[in-house]
């Protein structure tokens, strides 16, 4: 758990309190929580405006926020009081432990970042399992970036692209054979995104016996030929993805350079606009690229349906090359998305085979959660570059600046 340049081993010289003020530390945790709690329901705004446009990028005008926020108000209790809980029970657990050990080392954030992740049982159901899935992925690439940057293990060119494509294969099989492997929600979103697939339509295809071969125009999935479905496709799904795509670029900007856009706005403007634009064009072709291997793999089997499982999965493989639109940079946190989807997924088949696993899920999960706060906090402190940008700024943001200082580097 160590970091191999050994941080500050024993922090009796580098400001650690010989004595633990109560009055002090309560108040901490109160201005650490009421920040951490009007940022998160800020954030739980903006996701339900990006979540709105995401499930249907293809919608006329932006959702009204204000009737989602009043509908779902306990819902953004739950979620701005974790965030609100889990830094001030992170930073209170680091004070006790500096003061009990008389040292701050890598344990020092991982336990604390380990008891700090049981505020998530505040959480529903459903998103304490997404978040556990989330940190689960997370942990996995900040594990393996570290093990790349000690020199333990090689770095693999396009390594980002090859995880896209297998998560993407799994996604694309579920989607057209196995729904219930995905969440409803995420589903929904897909058929969405599709832009001409529906339920009815892929259960006829790759779910329902038939007697004879179905085109793509019978099933109801386009009216033209599949290779000019698929160039109109791309293009009339650039301009709904790239609304999509907008709040994402743009929030980072808003929050975490604000300065850089006041100093340089032509500048940042016109990164922004090359970004939505390469972002734009890889969902576009992902979702085109998808439609488009199958139906071509379908038309060449050429038989009744149940179409061949084989063929969506081949179809998500191909997808998984729109990646390469994207800046180098964003290509490991776009493949750190679908992960959490595909861990999710193969947990509820595991739900569905093994009843005994049904009773002790919330309790896995809860632990699972643990581990992975505890190494991504220990990353966060003593290994920050092997966090993708969107993560360590997520961090920084609702945990507060790194406590550590690594030698040789200025505090964040």
Known sequence: MEDDE????????????????????????????????????????????????????FRKGIPNILTLLRRDYKDLLRFAGFLALYPSVYHLCVDLLKYYRQKQDGWTHSIAGGVASFTV????????????????????????????????????????IM???????????????????????????????????????????????????????????????CTKHALKDFFQSLLPFASLYLPIHLTPILVFRRKLLIERPKKTALSLVKNLFY??????????????????????????PPAAGWIPSVAGVVCGLSLLWERVNRRKELAMFLIPHTLLGI??????????????????????????????????????GSLTPLLGGLLKYFVGTRITVLPHTKHE
């Open 6 to 57: 050994q941080l500050v081993e024993n922090a009796r010289d580098s400001g650690i309190s010989r004595t633990f003020d109560l009055s002090e530390q309560s108040l901490k945790f109160i201005r650490t929580f009421l920040r951490g709690f009007g940022s998160g329901a800020a954030l739980y705004a903006g996701f339900k405006v990006v979540g709105a446009l995401t499930r249907n990028p």
């Open 121 to 160: 049982i505040v959480e529903n159901d459903s998103r304490r399992t997404f978040m556990t899935f989330f940190a689960i992925a997370r942990a996995l690439g900040a594990g393996l970036s570290t093990l790349v940057a000690r020199e333990t293990i090689p770095a693999i060119p396009f390594f980002d």
């Open 163 to 225: 995880t896209f494509s297998a998560c993407g294969a799994y996604i694309v099989y579920s989607a057209a054979v196995k729904p219930s492997n995905l969440s409803e929600g995420y589903y929904r979103s897909l058929l969405k995104w599709s832009r001409g697939f529906t339920d009815a339509s892929l259960a006829r295809i790759y779910r329902l016996p038939g007697d004879r071969f179905i085109s793509c125009q019978e099933a109801g999935m386009h009216s033209d030929t």
């Open 279 to 304: 972002s734009s064009a890889f969902l576009s072709s992902m979702v085109m690229l998808a439609k488009y291997t199958m139906c071509v793999l379908r038309n060449f089997e050429g038989k009744p």
């Open 347 to 384: 947990y509820k088949m595991g739900l569905k085979s093994s009843p005994r696993l049904v009773s002790s899920s919330p309790l896995i999960v809860m632990l699972l959660f643990a581990v992975s706060m505890m190494t991504l906090m220990h990353a966060y402190e003593r290994q920050p």
